[in-house]
């Protein structure tokens, strides 16, 4: 295996790090969700089996 | 820090949403039960999407990883949709019934998250360790 997909693995797993910094923004925010927040995080979970990533893998 | 730590920083957001304060009101079972599952949105797509992106490298170093890709694929979706749906339940009659199901339902994703930061440290740890030989 190449030094070069090794590196391009770890620096992958580095993006998740956005997802990290965008919830500790949200933590600003309180109170429950609304409705169109709720139908949003409704539609994106419904979407999630839509993604290629999201297939049953061999 | 050259190779910041993914999984740490997942388990650390995982651990402040859920002891969210609630400054602006608002019932904070509610607003943990729906922050926790937008976290868990998240956290499950871009770990599937990171396994998916870099299946060789990781199932190489750490075939586990793939396996419980491959269960959040079967079962994520679900456990979403199980808290959505029990967050609903809560919100229209919030007693301790309710409550006692979307904390059930709350744990499992809690869970699947902290799995995740453990299979990303193992992951990642593995990586840097082919990396130096």
């Known amino acids: 295996m190449g030094a070069d997909l090794i590196i391009a693995a770890i620096n992958a797993g580095i993006t998740l790090i956005d997802l990290a910094m965008k919830w500790a923004a949200d933590l600003k925010q309180s109170g429950e969700l609304d409705e169109a927040g709720e139908k949003a995080l409704d539609a994106k979970i419904a979407n999630l089996s839509d993604k290629p990533w999201w297939k049953p893998q061999t | 820090m050259k190779h910041?730590?993914?999984?740490?920083?997942?388990?650390?957001?995982?651990?402040?949403?859920?002891?969210?304060?609630?400054?602006?009101?608002?019932?904070?079972?509610?607003?943990?039960?729906?922050?926790?599952?937008?976290?868990?949105?998240?956290?499950?797509?871009?770990?599937?999407?990171?396994?998916?992106?870099?299946?060789?490298?990781?199932?190489?170093?750490?075939?586990?990883?793939?396996?419980?890709?491959?269960?959040?694929?079967?079962?994520?979706?679900?456990?979403l949709q199980t808290a959505r749906s029990m967050t609903q339940a809560y919100k229209h009659n919030r007693d301790e019934n309710n409550k006692a199901n979307l904390t059930t339902a709350i744990s499992t994703l809690?869970?699947?998250?902290?799995?995740?930061?453990?299979?990303?440290?193992?992951?990642?740890?593995?990586?840097?360790?082919?990396?130096r030989h």
């Open chain 2, 4 to 79: 910041k730590q993914p999984f740490a920083v997942i388990a650390l957001t995982a651990m402040l949403c859920a002891c969210a304060v609630t400054p602006g009101g608002g019932d904070p079972v509610v607003i943990n039960a729906e922050k926790t599952t937008a976290l868990a949105v998240d956290t499950f797509d871009s770990f599937l999407q990171y396994e998916y992106n870099n299946r060789a490298a990781l199932e190489s170093v750490s075939p586990a990883i793939h396996e419980y890709a491959n269960y959040v694929r079967a079962n994520g979706q679900k456990w």
């Open chain 2, 110 to 131: 809690q869970e699947a998250v902290n799995q995740i930061s453990k299979y990303m440290a193992t992951g990642t740890a593995s990586l840097k360790k082919a990396k």
